[in-house]
């Protein structure tokens, strides 16, 4: 069977999901699919949650570590012609 996608669950207003939650803005998702955003985000740790809007997406890691991680490592990349 194929990867198990990650729900959109990236509402959550409490503030531990708050700090685990990674804003990635500047997005080109007419080429960069939630599959993509979650197969260059998964490094930092487990997701439990993914959304892709136009422009911009959200990540909602598992733990504060590992959006911290995601942001530190990602900020600045260029992807799809574009930079986070």
Known sequence: GGRRLCPNVTNKTDPRSMNSRVFIGNLNTLVVKK?????IF?????IVGCSVHK???F???VNERN??????G???RMIAG???
Do not use: H, I
């Not at 599959?35 to 197969?39: G, R």
């Not at 959006?67 to 530190?72: D, L, S």
């Open 74 to 76: 990602e900020d600045g």
């Open 67 to 72: 959006a911290r991680a995601a942001v530190a």
């Open 59 to 61: 990540v909602q890691y």
């Open 55 to 57: 422009g911009f997406a």
């Open 35 to 39: 599959s993509d955003v979650e197969a």
């Open 82 to 84: 574009q930079v986070l």
């Open 42 to 46: 998964s490094k930092y740790g487990k």
